[in-house]
């Protein structure tokens, strides 16, 4: 029997009709057809050999749209529809403290932000969604066609800004295909300058700047914070023995399981060759010392296995653990502390965890 074929399908909240080839399926003819609606999809009788056309509907992307005015909404809203390129939701928020929720909460691909929220200034909010390291690109929307509302908008960290009597469908979507395209390509230099290249984790540039920064909030708020080294045993054997793309596998299996054992405020690094660090946000020394023990364990427990070498490699760790404030009170301190106490940790035999409060009564550390 002939397959049945469908002969439309519309794409759910839009007015166009596209065309689906299906020259390339063997129980099609030849046949060129339209698809149908998905209101009159069923079963259709076909061969038994082919698999079934499955139809998915990529979902759309989120676009923010911050002004106090609701006329302005419904005019974007309306701007969107004209798009012929992709397709984009936009959701509004009509306040300051809304729009900036919204914004910091990564749930969108780009945002459209007017200059003035009423009695407050939208740049502003900018300001703060820069400092929050907020990556979600923003257009500054204005009314003003000046110069200096031009350098204040870039300046506060906006990707591109529109005149609002300029706007015009065409001119919105190219500014927003512009935006996102932007964006990705900075995402890409900011991972290329804060990741390390082996593992995916962060590197030791970004690990530094990021225990600076932790440093600065936990004295801020009289909060406490550990710092986690941990070095991974005779892992040059590895090296030596398989080769550096055998090494580069352990690493990266050990990457891989301490990024999966903390929260998701904490971060992990790769430090320095076979070295790691983690810190731990709020953690006192105790607990960061019980996570520690758990990351000892779990590794000494779960082999580095390569199929296609045929290798099971059994890989420990050895670890040390200072905090902030009981172990240290700057950062440099926090370091030499932890420092000294994976030295211990591995002076006593590897595979071990040391804390620095250990370190007055070992005479290996001293």
């Known amino acids: 029997m002939e397959p049945l074929v469908p002969k439309r399908f519309k794409r759910v ?13 063997p129980w099609a003819n030849g046949l060129n057809s339209q698809i149908a609606p998905a209101s009159t999809f069923g079963c259709y009788s076909r061969p038994a050999s082919p698999l079934p056309i499955i139809l998915v509907q990529k979902k759309r992307r989120r676009v923010l749209f911050i002004d106090d005015d609701p006329t302005q909404f419904r005019l974007v809203q309306e701007l969107f529809g004209y798009f012929h390129g992709e397709r984009f939701d936009l959701d509004w ?3 300051y403290e809304d729009g900036l929720k919204r914004l ?14 009423g009695e407050t200034n939208g740049l502003q909010l900018l300001r703060e969604a820069t400092a929050a390291q907020c990556p979600t690109p923003v257009i500054v929307l204005t009314g003003w066609a ?6 204040a908008a870039l300046n506060a960290g906006a990707s591109d800004y529109l005149v609002k009597s300029e706007i015009t469908p065409h001119l919105l979507e190219r500014a927003l295909r512009y935006t996102l395209k932007l964006s990705e390509t900075m995402e890409a230099l900011r991972s290329l300058a804060t990741r390390d290249d082996v ?28 710092l986690v080294l941990v070095d991974l045993d005779h892992f040059k054997s590895f090296n030596d023995t398989y080769g550096h793309q055998v090494g580069d596998a352990v690493l990266r299996h050990a990457a891989s399981l301490l990024a999966g054992q903390v929260r998701a405020v904490d971060r992990v690094a790769r430090y320095g060759g076979e070295e790691f660090a ?16 758990r990351f000892c364990a779990l590794l000494a427990e779960m082999p580095c296995v390569l199929p296609d070498r045929g290798l099971v490699l059994n890989v420990t760790l050895s670890a040390g653990v200072a905090a902030y404030p009981d172990d240290a009170a700057t950062v440099e301190d926090l370091l030499g502390a932890t420092d000294r106490a994976l030295y211990t940790a591995k002076a006593r035999g590897r595979n071990c965890v040391v804390g620095a409060h250990e370190l007055a009564d070992d005479p290996v550390a001293g």
């Open 93 to 95: 928020a009509s306040w």
């Open 13 to 25: 909240g839009d007015n166009a009709l596209h065309q689906l080839k299906i020259d390339h399926l």
């Open 146 to 151: 000046t110069e200096d509302v031009d350098i």
């Open 199 to 226: 593992t995916g984790l962060l590197n030791r540039r970004e690990m530094d700047r990021l225990l600076l920064e932790e440093w600065q909030r936990a004295g801020r708020f009289q909060r406490p914070f550990s």
């Open 104 to 117: 910091l909460s990564g749930d969108y691909c780009a945002c459209l932000l007017d200059y003035q929220l």
């Open 278 to 293: 983690i810190i731990q946000v709020e953690a006192t020394r105790d607990e960061a010392m019980e996570s520690a023990r």
